[in-house]
């Protein structure tokens, strides 16, 4: 027989959840559940939320609704063992966040208006500051994560510099600014890993910034460039198992003359769409 009763499909969809995370860490439940902890956990929420941004880029909704529910359960998980350990609850971290928006949303729960989206955000960040109260920022970048992905952090840092003006006005001086990097990043080939690595940090820096001055997000440009490269590479693969060639075998000018092959045919079949 089972220890546990399956949920109550009667109650609310949240305590149906909640209440198989507590029986899977319960006795009688899962071993491996009851193993885990926030950090053995991190990775999974992590890869959790990439899976969630995947499924957005391929406009899939069955597998976006799925992705959800997999994140969700990540968060409910951390409740739960936080609520084992008398630290907290869901409750308190759903009511947490709830009681957050309202209160960084006078426009919309209280008198205040807002004309814009570029205003609503001056106003989060003002009701930020006064909640840190004594706690006061003494800067600008405090409170960013450092967890977040690099693309994601330059891009975080640069626009928390820019909402006190320390940005160029015009897009002209950042492609100046990558160039400059760029070249200094030629420079330093002689010179070691170490400064190497220091220039080509510098020049990433600086990419993200012309891609936030574009308005475009660093980090969907690039998984979606990584993304292109990986299914012509596959196609450069598959080019090389009909013609019976060998990878070991295959000179770079062979190589690049199937991924010009499969450039073309890329093309083409857009054209035709």
């Known amino acids: 027989m089972p220890g546990h009763l399956p949920p109550d499909p009667f109650k609310p969809a949240i305590e149906q959840l909640c209440g198989v995370v507590a029986s899977l860490r319960a006795p009688g439940g899962c ?12 990775g999974g929420l992590l890869e959790e939320a990439y899976e969630v941004v995947a499924a957005i880029d391929a406009s899939d909704d069955p597998n976006l609704c799925e992705e959800l529910g997999d994140l969700l359960l990540q968060v409910v998980f951390h409740a739960q063992i936080a609520e084992e350990q008398k630290r907290f609850t869901f ?30 955000l001056v106003r989060w960040e003002e009701i930020k500051r006064q909640e840190k109260g ?19 952090h330059a891009a975080k840092i640069q626009k928390k510099a820019a909402g006190i003006g320390f940005d160029w006005q015009e897009v002209a001086p950042v ?88 450039k073309v045919a890329e093309s083409s079949k857009n054209a035709a769409s």
């Open 31 to 42: 071993p491996w559940d009851q193993e885990q902890t926030h950090s053995t956990l991190r």
């Open 91 to 120: 409750e308190n971290v759903a009511l947490g966040i709830s009681e957050k928006l309202v209160r960084r949303h006078p426009h919309v729960f209280g008198e205040e208006s807002a004309a814009d989206s570029a205003a609503v």
């Open 134 to 152: 004594a706690k006061a920022e003494t800067s600008v970048l405090d409170g960013i994560s450092e967890g977040m992905p690099a693309l994601q």
């Open 175 to 262: 492609f100046e600014k990558v160039r400059e990097e760029l070249a200094e990043v030629e420079a330093a080939l002689p010179e070691g890993k170490v400064r190497l690595e220091e220039e080509l940090g510098d020049l990433l820096f600086s990419v993200v910034n012309l891609t936030r001055k574009l308005k475009v997000d660093a980090e969907v440009a690039l998984g979606g460039a990584t993304r292109k490269f990986a299914a012509r590479f596959r196609a450069v693969e598959r080019l090389m198992r009909e013609r019976g060639v060998s990878p070991e075998g295959a000179s770079l000018e062979a190589l690049d003359l199937l991924w010009d092959e499969v």
